[in-house]
């Protein structure tokens, strides 16, 4: 491929009616990367994953991934997408978990075609990776939001991407499974070597476990690796967003480091 730049945002901006929800950013994503993107609520970080899953389009500007044009990219088994509102079946949804893994299938296989002994082994592979083979046969629904959540990220990986984006993929997920989440998502990126891009609130969570932070608030305040973050105090922050980061930290402390 000759480019080891999985996301490239050139100068992208996006409005909706007359207002800029997107304001010039440029932003991108290399092979092996974690990136968590943070911001306040209405900060345009969803709008952002939409226009880089070609969902809406610029106004101005270009995106590129896996070094092609968004308009001519058509390799989407590539990019693992797990949505906010991905945990919301209720308890009498009648799919079993192997099920819900399978439709991630669909991509590679075309959606009219049988699915076969060989889809299903790797579907269970997707499963085991994410510690829930054990559950294949359980109603979605019965699981709690974090087993649901991990079950999404199977049917996301099912299609081997190479990049996975996730938007606040830990809403739902009870504190104490919270760290385990981050586990795997680490496993995936060490073990599997698949990129990530990361949405979430919880900056102080996220600077500890990805490897490159971006900070927005319409536009990019602030790109760069995890451990140059964590250098900044709150004076410099709040500097950074215009923006008061207490709404941001989820009582996380932000001292200079150390380390
Ligand atoms: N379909 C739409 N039509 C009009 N405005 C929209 C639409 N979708 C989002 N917006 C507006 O765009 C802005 C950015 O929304 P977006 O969801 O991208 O922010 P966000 O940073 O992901 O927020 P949150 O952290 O609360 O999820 C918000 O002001 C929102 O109201």
Not at 15 to 37: H, M, N, P, T
Not at 217 to 242: P, R, T
């Amino acid at each position: 491929m000759g480019n080891d730049k999985i996301i490239e945002v050139d100068h992208v901006s996006f409005k909706y009616d007359a207002e800029w929800i997107v304001q010039d950013v440029d932003l991108s994503i290399e092979k092996g990367q974690f990136l968590g993107l943070v911001g306040p609520n209405g900060s345009g970080k969803s709008t952002l994953i939409k226009l880089m899953l070609g969902l809406v389009k610029p106004d101005q500007g270009n995106i590129r991934l896996f070094g092609r044009e968004l308009r001519y990219f058509d390799q989407w088994q590539e990019v693992g997408f797990v949505s906010q509102k991905a945990n919301s079946f209720n308890s009498g949804f009648p799919a079993t978990v192997l099920e819900v893994v399978k439709t991630g299938l669909v991509s590679r296989i075309g959606a009219f075609r049988f699915f076969n002994r060989k889809h299903k082994e790797k579907a269970l592979e997707a499963l085991r990776i994410v510690e829930m083979d054990d559950y294949a046969d359980s109603s979605i629904g019965e699981l709690s939001g974090g087993q649901q959540q991990r079950v999404f990220i199977a049917r996301a990986l099912v299609s081997d991407p190479a990049l996975l984006i996730l938007d606040e993929p830990t809403v739902g997920v009870d504190a104490k499974h919270v760290a385990d989440f981050y586990d795997l998502l680490a496993r995936l990126n060490r073990e599997q070597g698949i990129s990530l891009l990361m949405v979430t609130h919880d900056i102080g969570t996220i600077t500890e476990h990805a490897t490159h932070v971006a900070c927005m608030n319409k536009s990019v305040h602030f790109h760069g690796a995890s451990e140059e973050y964590k250098g900044f105090d709150e004076g410099n922050l709040n500097q950074l967003y215009g923006h008061s980061v207490q709404q941001l930290t989820h009582n996380h402390e932000h001292g200079v480091n150390h380390s």
